[in-house]
T-cell receptor, first 116, second 114 residues
Framework: GAVVSQHPSRVICKSGTSVKIECRSL??????MFWYRQFPKQSLMLMAT?????????EQGVEKDKFLINHASLTLSTLTVTSAHPEDSSFYIC????????????FGPGTRLTVL | AQSVTQLGSHVSVSEGALVLLRCNYS??????LFWYVQYPNQGLQLLLK??????LVKGINGFEAEFKKSETSFHLTKPSAHMSDAAEYFC????????????FGKGTHLIIQP
């Protein structure tokens, strides 16, 4: 149990285009989903927290107009990188928390974004 | 604000030797502490967590960690390293029981020498 999936696993896009990444909790209801960003050989940095049906809360320094987060259902959250640029290239990882285990987040496998 | 410090970006041990990965944290409230392992190009897998109660926590794959409040530490150990333990290890802290996003350390790359 407690499986989180992400789609796509890898995406390459041209500069200026938008990319949508999906995060799904497959076998539990996720009341909260988190989005992290990981640069090569570095740690994960929390970008934003989203609660189902509410607007996402962004960490300081994260552009909310750049990284659009939608958490429309208890099993799906999406991160859209708008007008992507090469500096947005990174590994994006989501995690989900729900009633299955309130004090534990379950992580997705990550999405590798490369912007050319 | 909370923070996590992992001493040593790289740790190298021989197969069969003791593994010790260090983690110190700062938190204004009793923390929830986590250790995760990450294999290349994959997400994070929870090794173990401390919430409340017993300060010695046992996790998967033979790992364990001890919460020491007086030292603000949560070091990860394994008595005998295996080649399959080679990976990146992250210590993380949450001060609201996981209700907030986690604050991660910079990670420690564990190398296992044959």
């Amino acid at each position: 149990g407690a499986v989180v999936s992400q789609h796509p696993s890898r995406v390459i896009c041209k500069s200026g285009t938008s990319v949508k990444i999906e995060c799904r909790s497959l076998d539990f209801q996720a009341t909260t989903m988190f989005w992290y960003r990981q640069f090569p050989k570095q740690s994960l940095m929390l970008m934003a927290t989203s609660n189902e049906g509410s607007k996402a809360t962004y960490e300081q320094g994260v552009e909310k107009d750049k990284f659009l987060i939608n958490h429309a259902s208890l099993t799906l959250s999406t991160l859209t990188v708008t007008s992507a640029h090469p500096e947005d290239s990174s590994f994006y990882i989501c995690s989900a928390r729900g009633q299955i285990s309130y004090n534990e987040q379950f992580f997705g496998p990550g999405t590798r974004l490369t912007v050319l | 604000a909370q923070s996590v410090t992992q001493l040593g970006s790289h740790v190298s041990v021989s197969e069969g030797a003791l593994v010790l990965l260090r983690c110190n944290y700062s938190s204004s409230v009793p923390p929830y502490l986590f250790w995760y392992v990450q294999y290349p190009n994959q997400g994070l897998q929870l090794l173990l967590k401390y919430t409340t109660g017993a300060t010695l926590v046992k996790g998967i794959n033979g790992f364990e960690a001890e919460f020491k409040k007086s030292e603000t530490s949560f070091h990860l150990t394994k008595p005998s390293a295996h080649m399959s333990d080679a990976a990146e290890y992250f210590c993380a802290v949450s001060d609201r029981g996981g209700a907030d996003g986690l604050t991660f350390g910079k990670g420690t790359h564990l190398i296992i020498q044959p």
